[in-house]
């Protein structure tokens, strides 16, 4: 079965084409990162319209580089929740067209369903040589029960499946999520958007013990909470500094030396990372699974990567030594279509009718589902 999916819930245009929810197609993208990188975050209205120029032509080179046409493609696939609004809408009336015009069956998917099943695709198409050591079991798939930790700039999430097509979230953010996180300071510390792969270079050269920020208790154990987090770095750099705590958090870059800010970032991602790792240990130990699978853009980090890989913990350190665990490959954390149409395939194995293309809405904020 050959899926087209398309995802545009942010500021990433997406089309791809997957054959039986696992073998890459195609896989074209193009990303907004160079036009928010001047200002430092998403901006909605330049998001939609980037969408808007964008998609036709993504959406002819992911049928050109599958080497198919209309007459091959099964059924068509959308991210229709959660996400901004104008860039829902740009990708849900392209689907909903293409499958009036094509008389396709059509799948509105949930957005964190997809980064999920990233896990699922076989990485046909990424060069060999950007492949990192991590615990990914090639030609293997996850097994069930599993516990999915969903990490990315707008959701921080641990997830229960007993089976394709189930979730139970255990575990949520109660603010910040931990991507959003990571921009927030790095703009403290003067680095580009977007700011997780920015703070995880300047970490290399830092010392990871130099400063210790606080890990929050939440009344619900398996919960997240950033905000704290991100405050606390910002007090230790109006520390280091020596300026009271009214001094404008974005001139506080101009008082740091480079040293004192790669401290400040190692530090900071090692402590983001110990947060997630706890919060994995605890629920692995009120839900035990046969896999764990890490999903999101923040699934990209190398420091998280190289520690479930075993390289940096100790045998005790942590409870899930023995559970094997699923990254997706760098290329395919972030925002994508192949991950839509790998979702909406296990969605089509599991008994999910289609969506009829005259009534779907989109959905700017919801649970999964």
Not at 134 to 149: M, R
Not at 233 to 238: E, H, I, M, T, W
Not at 245 to 264: C, R
Not at 332 to 354: H, K, R, T, W
Request: with cysteine.
């Amino acid at each position: 079965m050959n899926i087209l999916g398309i995802e545009t819930s942010c500021d990433e245009t997406a089309v791809s084409v997957v054959q039986d929810g696992r073998k890459i197609l195609s896989n074209a993208v193009v990303s907004q990162i160079d036009i928010f990188a001047e200002y430092g975050g998403v901006i909605p209205e330049v998001a939609a319209r980037s969408h808007l120029e964008a998609m036709l032509p993504v959406l002819h080179k992911a049928l050109h580089d599958a080497n198919l046409d209309w007459p091959d493609i099964d059924a068509i696939a959308v991210t229709h929740t959660p996400g901004l609004l104008g860039s829902l809408l740009v990708g849900t009336l392209t689907a909903r067209t293409l499958a009036i015009l094509h008389e396709k069956p059509l799948y509105a998917v949930h957005h964190l369903k997809s980064h999920i099943y990233a896990n699922w695709l076989v990485p046909e198409l990424l060069d060999p040589s950007e492949g990192q050591k991590t615990p990914i079991l090639t030609g293997s798939t996850p097994t069930f029960p599993l516990l999915a930790l969903v990490i990315s700039g707008g959701h921080t999430q641990i997830i229960h499946m007993n089976q394709h097509n189930y979730f139970e979230i255990i575990g949520t953010t109660h603010d910040d999520a931990i991507g959003e996180c990571f921009d927030k300071v790095a703009k403290i510390l003067g680095l580009p958007y977007p700011g997780g792969p920015a703070i995880s270079k300047l970490a290399l050269s830092g010392d990871r013990q130099k400063y210790h920020f606080p890990h929050p208790k939440m009344p619900h154990p398996l919960d997240f909470s950033f905000s704290g987090l991100k405050t606390a770095v910002l007090r230790q750099c109006q520390s280091i500094a020596n300026v009271d705590i009214k001094y404008p958090s974005h001139d506080i870059k101009n008082l740091l030396t480079p040293e004192q800010k790669a401290d400040v970032a190692a530090s900071f991602e090692q402590t983001a990372v110990d947060i997630l790792l706890e919060k994995l240990s605890l629920s692995l130990g009120k839900y035990p699974v046969k896999s764990i699978v890490i999903a999101g853009g923040v699934s990209a980090n190398s420091l998280l990567r190289r520690t479930l890989s075993n390289e940096n913990i100790s045998p005790d350190e942590y409870s899930f030594q023995n559970t094997p665990v699923f990254f997706p490959e760098p290329k395919l954390s972030g925002d994508n279509g192949a991950m839509v149409a790998s979702a909406a395939f296990y969605e089509i194995q599991s008994g999910v009718q289609p969506t009829d293309p005259y009534k779907l809405n989109i959905y700017p904020r919801s649970a999964i589902r």
